[in-house]
């Protein structure tokens, strides 16, 4: 069973910035795409970025994080990594790490495991 740990969440200044991680066991994590999504209380839960299974390939980013957001994955570790940067208040949000094989996508619904979420907090 792949398991998903996220990690890296905490209280940040507007204009700030902060990385998150997500350590992956359990599968193959070589073979899989990640994707990071986000959810603020009353709200669906919305795709940020994704990164797929090659090495190479291009990432996706949602138009809101697009300059500001950077995701990469290290295979060595089976950690995945979201650089944030210029942190605003609608930035405030649980963040979730979720995996899927192979291609990644912006569809919540096609990733088959996710982590337990990391609550990022913006001050201003």
């Known amino acids: 069973q792949v398991r998903l740990v996220e990690s890296g969440g905490g209280l940040v200044q507007d204009g700030g910035s902060l990385r998150l991680s997500c350590a992956v066991s359990g599968g193959p994590f070589s073979n899989l795409a990640m994707g990071w999504f986000r959810q603020t209380s009353g709200k669906e839960r919305e795709f940020v970025a994704a990164i797929p299974w090659s090495i190479g390939s291009p990432e996706i980013y949602a138009d809101f994080v697009k300059g500001r957001f950077t995701i990469s994955r290290d295979n060595a570790k089976s950690i995945v990594y979201r650089q944030m940067s210029i942190l605003k208040a609608d930035d405030w949000a649980v963040y979730y790490c979720?995996?899927?094989?192979?291609?990644?996508?912006?569809?919540?619904?096609?990733?088959?495991?996710w982590g337990q979420g990391t609550q990022v907090t913006v001050s201003s």
């Open positions: 979720a995996a899927r094989y192979f291609a990644a996508s912006r569809r919540r619904d096609e990733y088959m495991y």
